[in-house]
T-cell receptor
Framework: DAGITQSPRYKITETGRQVTLMCHQT?????MFWYRQDLGHGLRLIYY???????DKGEVPDGYVVSRSKTENFPLTLESATRSQTSVYFC??????????FGPGTRLTVL | TQLLEQSPQFLSIQEGENLTVYCNSS?????LQWYRQEPGEGPVLLVT?????EVKKLKRLTFQFGDARKDSSLHITAAQTGDTGLYLC???????????FGRGTSLIVHP
């Protein structure tokens, strides 16, 4: 199916563990983005990628790592999870008219 | 400093009422998007406005882009319970490919 998918949808982990959130899009969009959404803060940009092997920091990159070896995949890794990283994470890709297409989100809880 | 200011932040109305949500900025945007997000899901694109002064209609929703392309509004006529959700505006300013999102307007429509 065409679109953008995220996995897992829900994840519970412990402080200090490494966690990877997956994102896959089927449109071959060049730009992809990772956001976190928290009450009172709205959507905040973590990292973005303009193309395969090109990534850059957003507003809140600390504690996160991204890679983009293929156009369709854009995984986000929390190297050592902290409680402050408990959030809902959204992946998105950018269409031809500047619009963003979002995945369904991953709800991450760090205990 | 929030580049895109949305107001009001919260709105609770009865079915059948009309409402307007505002998205304001001091920056010029090449285009502006409106999204609706329902609980547990990612934001979904409603409309993109590109031309200053442009008005677009989507059933009972009317979107307007300011003449100077610095602001936009969303008007809902005869709101229905299905309109409940978080409404987000977003745009790319100054030729950037990185979008800025407003913090959203949370709308609840009571039956």
């Amino acid at each position: 199916d065409a679109g953008i998918t995220q996995s897992p949808r829900y994840k519970i982990t412990e402080t200090g563990r490494q966690v990877t959130l997956m994102c896959h899009q089927t449109w071959s969009h060049s730009y992809m983005f990772w956001y976190r959404q928290d009450l009172g803060h709205g959507l905040r940009l973590i990292y973005y990628s303009a193309a395969a092997d090109i990534t850059d920091k957003g507003e809140v990159p600390d504690g996160y790592v991204v890679s983009r070896s293929k156009t369709e995949n854009f995984p986000l890794t929390l190297e050592s999870a902290t409680r402050s990283q408990t959030s809902v994470y959204f992946c998105a890709s950018r269409g031809g008219r500047n619009e963003q297409f979002f995945g369904p989100g991953t709800r991450l809880t760090v205990l | 400093t929030q580049l895109l200011e949305q107001s009001p932040q919260f709105l609770s109305i009865q079915e059948g009422e009309n409402l307007t949500v505002y998205c304001n900025s001091s920056s010029v945007f090449s285009s502006l998007q409106w999204y609706r997000q329902e609980p547990g899901e990612g934001p979904v694109l409603l409309v993109t406005v590109v031309t200053g002064g442009e008005v677009k209609k989507l059933k009972r929703l009317t979107f307007q882009f300011g003449d100077a392309r610095k602001d936009s509004s969303l008007h809902i006529t005869a709101a229905q319970t299905g309109d409940t959700g978080l409404y987000l505006c977003a745009g790319e300013a100054g030729g950037s490919y990185i979008p800025t999102f407003g913090r959203g307007t949370s709308l609840i429509v009571h039956p």
